[in-house]
């Protein structure tokens, strides 16, 4: 198969999963992209801005770094490695403390000592250059500004088919669809785009495992973020597998209904 583009990637999941919302693919620049809005500009949350440049059929690129980060939420800042993490957020992330925003707690974690083992088994991370760029993978036509990965959003269904697809030339079947802890922006960005010093490099992400966005994340919807390599992988297979090859077993056209009943 010839090296398809990044729009042509794209496309191919799309139909892969049958999506509405816009696959969006991730790099670094160091420069602005024509167009492109800085993040913070959309949302606090570069999360929520990214999912909105999802949804939205002609949302612009949105970006992040040095000269981009007012307004925006610290944690997205340092999970997209521009500053470090505050050492009180270890506080706020699991029961609070009253030296940290007076008590202040998310209780995500067990102990403020968990986060901070938690975060040093990440190891550091780093921007893949002095932006990073989110951008729909129907914007870039036949250019590729070095595509990390690509981030894809769907109801259940889908992301499972996709992930079955992700399987389909899996050697360990443990090993290549992870749902790991995190904040939602880590789940759709710096994962997959190789940014965090030892996260997987051949897995792709299913999320968000992050409750704090469930003011505004569907909550019938689940992300799947995947590394290029994997993306080309799954478009490379897609002709063969069981979407195409058993359609209506992947989108069954009539299904049976489990009744849920008291005991």
């Not at 500053?83 to 067990?110: H, M, Q, W």
């Not at 090993?175 to 965090?196: D, I």
């Amino acid at each position: 198969m010839t090296q398809l583009s990044i729009n042509d990637i794209g496309k191919h999941l799309t139909i892969a999963g049958r999506l509405k919302a816009r696959p969006l693919c991730v790099y670094g620049a160091e420069t602005v992209p024509d167009g492109a809005v800085p993040a913070p500009s959309i949302s606090s949350c570069v999360a929520r801005a990214i999912l909105r440049t999802a949804v939205r059929r002609r949302a612009p690129a949105i970006y992040l770094g040095e000269d981009a980060l007012e307004d925006c939420c610290g944690g997205g800042v340092a999970m997209f490695g521009f500053r470090p993490f505050d050492p009180g957020i270890k506080y706020f992330v699991s029961y609070g403390s009253k030296t940290f925003r007076n008590g202040a707690a998310e209780y995500l974690r067990a102990t403020p000592e968990l986060v901070d083992e938690n975060r040093k088994l990440m190891g550091k991370t780093t921007p893949p250059g002095r932006l990073v760029v989110i951008q729909a993978c129907e914007d870039l036509e036949d250019k590729d500004p070095g595509v990390l990965s690509v981030l894809c959003f769907g109801v259940a269904e889908q992301i499972r088919n996709m992930c079955s697809l992700v399987q389909f030339r899996s050697h360990d079947p443990f090993a290549e669809v992870l749902l790991p802890q995190g904040a939602s922006c880590a789940s759709f960005v710096t994962y997959a785009a190789g940014m965090v010093e030892r996260a997987p490099k051949e897995a792709v992400f299913v999320g968000p495992c992050d409750p704090t966005g469930n003011s505004w994340f569907p909550p019938d919807h689940l992300s799947l973020a995947i590394p290029i390599k994997i993306a080309r992988r799954m478009c490379e297979d897609l002709d063969q597998s069981f979407i195409i090859m058993r359609s209506k077993v992947a989108y069954p056209e009539r299904r049976t209904k489990v009744q849920h009943r008291e005991s």
